[in-house]
């Protein structure tokens, strides 16, 4: 499996940008898939993930510093994820990955141990 993520550029601060994640089989669309970041120095971090489980919009959850601001969605028959992301801060500024795996659980969701294929990573820098 592959994923191939885009979309990350140099934004001002209270900017937006939309990160797409396609993925090179359909099987994945049943997959988790989520986000993470990695900032120079630091862990790579969950951002947002979403599973297709508990109804037709399935279950997404969000890292608490980016709760209201982004969104995550997906598309079924285009096999794609997308992170809208909104009010951009300096913070933000990392490295954003989209990974995808087939945890069913909302603990899972957020485990980096649940996803064991991963895209290249798209940068995204937000100025102050």
């Known amino acids: 499996v592959q994923l191939q993520a885009s979309g990350g550029g140099l934004v001002q601060t209270g900017d937006s940008l939309r990160l797409s994640c396609v993925a090179s089989?359909?099987?994945?669309?049943?997959?988790?898939i989520a986000w993470y970041r990695q900032a120079p120095g630091k862990e790579r971090e969950f951002v947002a993930g979403?599973?297709?489980?508990?109804?037709?919009?399935?279950?997404?959850s969000y890292a608490d510093s980016v709760k209201g601001r982004f969104t995550i969605s997906r598309d079924k028959v285009k096999n794609t994820v997308d992170l809208q992301m909104n009010s951009l801060k300096p913070e933000d500024t990392a490295v954003y990955y989209c990974?995808?795996?087939?945890?069913?659980?909302?603990?899972?969701?957020?485990?980096?141990?649940?996803?064991?294929?991963w895209g290249q990573g798209t940068q995204v820098t937000v100025s102050s």
């Open positions: 990974a995808a795996g087939l945890t069913g659980t909302i603990s899972g969701l957020r485990l980096r141990s649940s996803y064991p294929y």
């Open positions: 089989e359909p099987t994945v669309s049943n997959h988790a």
């Open positions: 979403h599973m297709w489980s508990g109804g037709s919009r399935g279950i997404s």
